[in-house]
């Protein structure tokens, strides 16, 4: 090799190792501004989050009244307290709620000020620290028919039950209802079948209100909200079992009736799940009393011939709708039945349920512990 070439050579490597120092310093240099913007970010965000979590203005005297519907969600109170200026992001108290793990937030009239910190104000939403006591306190048991909660309500606000009963089955007030809850109150309940659109939908709960005198669609709109949230909780289950919320209210409130202090409202529950499978009618004597209009300690075989969509006795599988309303426990029994071979089961007369696997087993316990009891 002439030493022309070995010059040539030598004159590409020197050029190679500039440029390669040229890209490791271009390299550098952009990694060092990258790491530099991720801590300025980081940072940024670090102390943002910090002054969002303490109080707007510690020197602040202002007090404000903050109303906290019933039913509300952490996202719905968060927006709340911004609006009124007592915290500076909604979305840091909702990270800030769930990172936590709290829950059990009351509704009412609150009195809070700029000066409280996310903590102080999560401890007053969570022991119900409120302004003023509540004018209207209405509950509602579980088991609860729409006739008997228009009575409840009718009580509570001195209006004449008849009157509060007929708005919450005005079809122009349940319309208006199903504008506001679309995902809630669907289609399903103006079947011409059903008895009553509402019923099955207002939650058993207590409710608080804090006017002298609220409104029907006050009220109902308050049990409402509480409805939704509650089977919010439960909504990928209800898909996964192909239950609509209608559905899936209709079947709890066929449990809660026939459930006792003593029940087991999952093995309730499987019978008639199980019913359904084979084809069987649920024949549960509650969706009988139902169609009568009547409470009656027992249902006689006469009673069984009542001409209605509700008789489980007369047609197969669920009623056009519920029957009553139904709680937590028996929402949760209709999703996760028990895994039994039962078809059958009757209420002691000391309130054990007693279940039994075939008709044979069913008319011998029936024989035992209710014929010879007459």
């Given at each position: 090799m002439t030493t022309e070439k070995k010059d040539i050579i030598r004159h590409k490597l020197l050029e190679s190792q500039k440029e390669a120092k040229v890209v490791r310093k271009i390299v550098t240099i952009i990694s060092l501004i990258l790491v530099l913007l991720i801590l300025i970010v980081g940072g940024g965000g670090y102390l943002y989050i910090k002054s969002a979590l303490n109080p707007i203005d510690p020197n602040s005297k202002i007090h404000t009244k903050v109303?906290?519907?019933?039913?509300?969600?952490?996202?719905?109170?968060?927006?709340?307290?911004?609006?009124?200026?007592?915290?500076?992001?909604?979305?840091?108290?909702?990270?800030?709620?769930?990172?936590?793990?709290?829950?059990?937030?009351?509704?009412?009239?609150?009195?809070?000020?700029?000066?409280?910190?996310?903590?102080?104000?999560?401890?007053?939403?969570?022991?119900?620290?409120?302004?003023?006591?509540?004018?209207?306190?209405?509950?509602?048991?579980?088991?609860?028919?729409?006739?008997?909660?228009?009575?409840?309500?009718?009580?509570?606000?001195?209006?004449?039950?008849?009157?509060?009963?007929?708005?919450?089955?005005?079809?122009?007030?349940v319309k208006s209802l199903m504008t506001k809850y679309p995902n809630l109150l669907t289609n399903e309940i103006l079947n011409t079948a059903v008895k009553y659109p509402l019923e099955g939908y207002l939650y058993p709960a207590t409710y608080s209100f804090y006017k002298k005198n609220p409104t029907v669609e006050e009220m109902?709109?308050?049990?409402?909200?509480?409805?939704?949230?509650?089977?919010?909780n439960y909504s990928e289950e209800s898909k996964e079992k192909k239950l609509t919320f209608h559905r899936l209210l209709t079947m709890a409130s066929l449990i809660e009736e026939e459930a006792t202090k003593k029940a087991d409202r999952k093995a309730i529950s499987s019978v008639f799940y199980n019913r359904l499978k084979k084809g069987m009618p649920l024949q549960t004597d509650p969706t009988v009393l139902y169609a009568q209009g009547k409470h009656k300690q027992r249902v006689y075989y006469k009673d069984l011939k009542v001409n209605s969509p509700y008789n489980?006795?007369?047609?197969?599988?669920?009623?056009?709708?519920?029957?009553?309303?139904?709680?937590?426990?028996?929402?949760?029994?209709?999703?996760?039945?028990?895994?039994?071979?039962?078809?059958?089961?009757?209420?002691a007369p000391d309130g054990k349920i007693i279940f039994s696997k075939?008709?044979?087993?069913?008319?011998?316990?029936?024989?035992?512990?209710?014929?010879?009891?007459k």
């Open positions: 109303a906290i519907p019933i039913g509300s969600s952490v996202t719905s109170i968060g927006e709340t307290l911004e609006d009124h200026g007592i915290i500076k992001n909604a979305r840091v108290f909702k990270y800030y709620v769930k990172f936590k793990n709290e829950a059990g937030f009351m509704a009412g009239e609150y009195e809070l000020s700029p000066s409280m910190d996310i903590p102080e104000i999560v401890s007053r939403l969570k022991t119900g620290k409120v302004l003023a006591q509540p004018a209207v306190k209405m509950t509602i048991p579980e088991g609860k028919q729409l006739k008997e909660i228009a009575a409840i309500m009718a009580k509570a606000t001195k209006q004449k039950e008849a009157d509060v009963f007929k708005q919450i089955n005005d079809a122009s007030f109902v709109d308050a049990m409402l909200e509480k409805t939704q949230s509650v089977l919010a489980t006795y007369k047609h197969q599988g669920l009623p056009p709708g519920p029957i009553a309303n139904a709680g937590k426990i028996s929402i949760e029994a209709a999703l996760e039945p028990e895994n039994t071979n039962y078809y059958y089961f009757l209420a075939t008709l044979e087993e069913h008319n011998i316990e029936k024989a035992k512990h209710i014929s010879n009891k």
